[in-house]
């Protein structure tokens, strides 16, 4: 019996717990950035968007005058009302699909496909594609990262024992420009690829440090 009880353990998929709450946490920043975007694209009303590329926020903000641009976005809708209402309910989808990700196989790519549509439906730009980032790793939850296991080193240690405070770092620092923008925002706007370099290099380190960690 305790021969068997061990087997079957030994069997079980690993839970990959780092992959695991990097994938709940990208999705729900997505699904809120869905809601967020969608909420300012409702307000617009009936207005039609000029093109395919829209900013959330309208009037009186100025995309040139503000260091977020207005929040953009882009969109396959006729109108920003429409395009508020689907931005929001695919927003609240998404968040409510990764709290319950662990629980289902293919919930990585239900993710990715989800966040997909929110970056045609007006959920921004940045939300949603983190949110595919994280749906992408979460194609290996219940994998075993054996291909990854062999590739132990310094660099390796170094980013397992960084987790989880390089995922906090990240998004410390996707709520902390909101504040630095509000003082400083002529300084956000002057630093030109600040925003985009940092959000690109914190995701990308936070999710080596998820896989490092899980393969120890």
């Not at 969608?38 to 395919?52: H, I, R, T």
């Not at 290996?140 to 987790?163: C, E, T, V, Y």
Request: charged share 10%.
């Amino acid at each position: 019996m305790a021969l068997t009880i061990k087997l079957t353990q030994t069997e079980n998929p690993p839970a990959n717990q780092a992959i695991r709450l990097l994938t709940m946490c990208f999705g729900l920043f997505a699904g809120f950035g869905g809601v967020e975007h969608g909420y300012f694209e409702f307000l617009q009303g009936n207005a039609v968007p000029e093109s395919f590329s829209i900013a959330s926020l309208g009037p009186p903000c100025v995309p040139t005058e503000v260091w977020h641009a207005c929040e953009p976005a882009l969109t396959i809708l006729p109108t920003f009302f429409l395009t508020g209402i689907v931005s929001m309910v695919l927003g609240v989808v998404t968040m409510v699909w990764s709290i319950l990700i662990f629980r289902r196989r293919r919930g990585g790519g239900v993710l990715a496909l989800l966040s997909f549509a929110l970056l045609l439906f007006g959920g921004g730009i940045f939300p949603p594609l983190i949110g595919l980032v994280g749906g992408i790793v979460g194609i290996f939850l219940n994998k075993p990262l054996d291909r990854w296991r062999d590739r132990h080193g310094i660099i390796s240690q170094l980013l397992a024992n960084s987790w989880p405070w390089l995922l906090v770092a990240f998004f410390v620092w996707l709520f902390g420009q909101v504040v630095i923008g509000f003082f400083f925002n002529d300084w956000l706007m002057q630093t030109g690829l600040l925003i985009p370099v940092v959000i690109l290099g914190l995701l990308a380190l936070s999710v080596l440090s998820a896989f490092a960690h899980d393969t120890r």
